[in-house]
């Protein structure tokens, strides 16, 4: 039996396509919806829906599956639909008729919209984390290797100097601007929908901002109808978020991968970081950056996906919407794995100290010698002429001494700058106060 279910069983066809994959995907849930619930009945009981010692019970024992589910011991049985089945399930097998009353005023519409959003709420903070340690990875980098120069391109063409510890730099400062968009998905997420119920609200009395405070959200979903169609809506923006790091990724990826080919010769890695090729003995392959930029390609183009999954889905619940979990929820662990493999490789990469030493990169000091001209008097597009000419008789002498001052060059990376900046974003993020309500919640 179903907890939707009357007195007929649907077509053993029609529940295995209907179903899916999410029981799969509920076992995210499930500590979530536990919490969901505690919170729930927390608030029934202060309405009168269920007394004080059925409050009790059923919280002590929602604690219990809790537990279960953080040892791992915890499963959907065999003809259980979803999560919240499974816990009503237990609560009823243990408490009798007391267990039944914990699905009042609340439909698994807006008990999935909770969970959901807890889930995401805690996914992201892991996310932070892991970016976070990347982030400081590359300014120490940035700093180790601040004087070590190299070609920086342009158009693919041979441009003007650069820097290890601009390049470590840029995609520092990067993540910083990808962390403000996850921060904006964060308050998105951080808002209450409990209550909604089946999108329309409950003639209950319930008490919605006491359900916000004992999940420490930050506010409320106020309109019901919003609440609902907050689904879908917060999963593109979440998506939205995530494709920002994995672009960063991805871009960083394919500069390793450009620098490690011996025509370049910018970078290597010891040789257990690289893989080889079944014929070829001398191949050094950078592998994981390239399954990185795969990876990384292939979360970029998840809120698309979200996007046409639920394009034009008037207002209300729909189905398609169960399908957005497959496609969203593996993409947090990927997008993990790619930050800390790539941490992995930046950790024990080694640079050319003495790669501009070659003459074939003499012209990228062009600029450095039209600067010189203009510092002397000479005006900019006379000077430009002059250094132009030297260069087409072959006759263009140059020193590879660089002195870039100004805020962000290479003799001033801001990277101090740079990490207030990415510190100011995480601290906006308040996870303390989420850690704070669910240790009250779960005591």
């Known amino acids: 039996m179903k907890l939707w279910q009357k007195d007929k069983t649907s077509l053993q066809e029609v529940e295995k396509f209907t179903v899916g994959n999410d029981r799969e995907m509920d076992m995210y849930l499930a500590p979530f919806d536990v919490l969901g619930s505690i919170a729930h009945v927390t608030m029934l009981e202060t309405i009168g829906l269920v007394t004080t010692d059925e409050r009790d019970v059923l919280v002590k024992e929602l604690k219990n599956i809790y537990q279960q589910i953080a040892k791992a ?3 959907l049985e065999d003809g259980v639909e979803d999560i919240h ?12 008729d007391v267990g039944k009353k914990i699905h009042s005023a609340r439909s698994r519409n807006d008990q999935v919209l909770v969970d959901l959003k807890l889930f995401l709420r805690s996914e992201i903070e ?8 990347f982030f400081d990875l590359l300014i120490a980098q940035s700093e180790k290797h601040k004087s070590d120069l190299y070609p920086g391109y342009t158009h693919l063409q041979l441009a003007m100097p650069s820097s290890f510890g601009l390049w470590f730099g840029a995609y520092a400062e990067s993540l910083s601007d990808d962390l403000i968009t996850l921060q904006a998905a964060y308050e998105v997420v951080n808002k209450n929908p409990l209550g909604s119920a089946a999108g329309y609200g409950s003639s209950f009395p319930i008490n919605r901002t006491l359900t916000t405070e004992l999940l420490g959200f930050d506010d409320l979903n106020h309109n019901v109808v919003y609440a609902q169609m907050g689904r879908g809506k917060s999963e593109r923006i979440v998506a939205s978020a995530l494709a ?17 080919n011996q025509n370049f010769a910018f970078i290597s890695f010891p040789d257990e970081l690289t893989t080889g090729s079944s014929i070829m003995p001398h191949k050094k392959n950078p592998d994981v950056f390239e399954l990185i930029r795969s990876h990384c390609n292939r979360l970029q183009a998840l809120p698309n996906e979200i996007l046409m999954m639920t394009t034009n889905l008037p207002s209300g619940y729909h189905r398609d919407l169960q399908l957005l979990k497959e496609h969203l929820f593996p993409a947090f662990k990927t997008l993990t794995d ?4 790539a941490g992995l490789m930046l950790s024990n990469i080694s640079i050319n100290k003495d790669i501009l030493a070659d003459e074939k990169y003499k012209y990228i000091f062009s600029v450095e010698e039209v600067n010189k001209l203009v510092l002397k008097g000479i005006p900019f597009r006379d000077a430009y002429k002059q250094v132009g000419l030297s260069i087409e008789k072959g006759e263009f002498m140059y020193s590879t001494n660089v002195s870039h001052t100004h805020e962000g060059a290479i003799g001033n990376l801001q990277n101090e700058a740079i990490q207030q900046k990415m510190n100011a974003v995480v601290e906006r993020f308040k996870f303390n106060k989420v850690k704070q309500a669910f240790d009250k919640l779960i005591s």
């Open 126 to 133: 892991k996310l932070v984390g892991v970016t976070k340690e």
């Open 244 to 260: 920002n790091i994995a672009a960063s990724l991805a871009r960083l990826s394919m500069d390793a991968c450009l620098y490690l």
């Open 73 to 75: 011991d915890f499963k």
């Open 338 to 341: 790619c930050i800390q493999m």
């Open 85 to 96: 089945s499974q816990v009503e399930l237990l609560l009823t097998q243990k408490l009798g």
